[in-house]
């Protein structure tokens, strides 16, 4: 089962990594079910608030038992408050 490396959420505008917070993974262990990954968003600056819905993609890296990484792209929406 691969495991995952990391993960992050890019802006499709403006090309900003974890522009507008941050996504702390707690990771299961290896070999357990991925549907189990919990994603915690930690808020980066308070002045990076989007005032309207920001198209972006959450990347997902994962690593295979050979070490070979890929890269799993997941189109999402950042609402505005």
Do not use: R, W
Not at 5 to 28: C, G, N, R, W
Not at 49 to 60: E, K
């Amino acid at each position: 089962m691969p495991d995952i490396t990391s993960v992050h959420l890019v802006s499709d505008v403006s090309k900003v990594v974890d522009e507008y917070f941050k996504l702390d993974q707690t990771l299961p262990i290896s070999g357990t079910n991925y549907s189990d990954l919990i994603l915690n968003p930690t808020q980066t600056s308070i002045e990076t608030n989007p005032t309207a819905n920001v198209a972006s993609h959450l990347y997902i890296v994962v690593q295979d038992c050979y070490g070979i990484s890929y890269t799993v792209s997941l189109p999402m929406i950042v609402q505005h408050e």
